[in-house]
């Protein structure tokens, strides 16, 4: 379980304070699939950050599976969030110089995978979001989709439990965002829990809830389309 408990996140900017958070509470159950929507500069991506443990609070705390993560030192976390986060951005984040495969490697690299498995597994993915022909591609070789799905391989690469999406449809054309959503539904079947911060309404009604920032708070919730599917 995901775990917000009166998280507030204060920056400096020029000289003047800025809150992006202002108590915010919330619990995602294993198994779960939210869509945080909210007017630009309502915090969303802050909150995404924070449950990824890329981001320390200001003022509360911010739990994975019983652990205060930001109570865990730099080194610590980023172990937690090797064995139990996976990450999938608008901008993708490939490195450019890298084939598909490699970039898929990478996260199993840093789990010190041995290179022949590292590569089984990375091209296991890649046929898995229909890339199977375009393993030895660079990302300048892609469209902006494939480039997406090589993202998506490369969040599954280390077998996450949580899976934290920041605007993944937001460069995509509406038959490719479509596919996204899909895939991102078919993986929360599998069990895995998402957080997916968009503001496409289509993407976000896929959900299984909706929450809604606003001047950093959550301030609603409702249930998707998808929330006959919602884990006990």
């Known amino acids: 379980m995901l775990k917000m408990e009166n998280v507030s996140k204060i920056y400096r900017h020029r000289g003047q304070s800025v809150t992006a958070l202002n108590g915010a509470n919330a619990e995602i159950r294993d198994g779960d ?37 930001y109570d865990l030192d730099a080194n610590a976390r980023a172990q937690l969030r090797k064995q139990k986060i996976g990450f999938v951005f608008q901008t993708f984040n490939l490195v450019p110089y890298l ?12 789990s010190k995978i041995d ?11 890649l046929e898995r979001v229909g890339l199977g022909d375009r393993i030895h591609h660079k990302p300048s070789e892609l469209s902006i989709g ?33 596919q996204v959503i899909d895939f991102l539904e078919n993986v929360n079947a599998e069990g895995r829990t998402i957080v997916m911060v968009t503001h496409d309404p ?31």
Do not use: Y
């Open 33 to 69: 699939f939210v869509s945080i929507v909210g007017p630009s500069g309502s915090g969303k991506s802050t909150l995404l950050l924070m449950l990824g443990g890329m981001l320390s609070p200001s003022s509360g705390r911010v739990l994975l599976d019983g652990q205060s993560i």
């Open 202 to 232: 289509r993407a976000a009604e896929r959900a299984k809830r909706i929450l809604r920032l606003d001047r950093g708070a959550i301030v609603s919730e409702k249930v998707g389309k998808n929330s006959r599917h919602v884990a006990a």
């Open 146 to 178: 494939q480039q997406q799905r090589v993202a998506l391989a490369r969040m599954l690469a280390n077998d996450p439990a949580v899976i934290l999406a920041d605007e993944p449809t937001g460069n995509l054309d509406p038959e490719t965002s479509q």
């Open 99 to 110: 084939t598909a495969l490699e970039n898929v490697q990478v996260p199993l690299f840093l």
């Open 115 to 125: 290179e022949k498995e590292q590569q089984t597994r990375a091209a296991a993915l």
